[in-house]
């Protein structure tokens, strides 16, 4: 069993950058692939990035390659989102989940409860 929380979401100006943080419980957070993912109102939830169990390999969803970088700490069990030069686009629900399997097609198992970014133009 995994519990996500995450945090650091928050109102901020287009072009500015924020850093979500989600803290894991559980002894194997190292084993499990990391990704993060956002609903937009009215849209369908959709891949941001992911990262490995040791942080080696990363992948991105085009629309945040660039501005946006995930991280993790597993001493910490804590992945994290630093996000510049934010869009207004980029005003969602941001969860983070916990997968396992293929690295390019991982099954996420657990979901975090979601923290709000709102970017203003």
């Known amino acids: 069993q995994v519990q996500l929380v995450e945090s650091g979401g928050g109102l901020m100006q287009a072009g500015g950058s924020l850093r979500l943080s989600c803290a894991a419980s559980g002894r194997t957070f190292s084993a499990n692939i990391m990704g993060w993912f956002r609903q937009a109102p009215g849209k369908e939830r959709e891949f941001v990035a992911k990262?490995?169990?040791?942080?080696?390999?990363?992948y991105y969803a085009d629309s945040v390659t660039g501005r946006f970088t995930i991280s993790r700490d597993n001493l910490k069990n804590t992945v994290y989102l630093q996000m510049n030069m934010l869009k207004p686009e980029d005003t969602a629900v941001y969860y983070c989940a916990a997968g396992h399997g293929a690295w390019d097609r991982p099954e996420y198992d657990y979901w975090g409860q979601g923290t709000q970014v709102t970017v203003s133009s």
């Open positions: 990262i490995s169990g040791f942080g080696r390999g990363t």
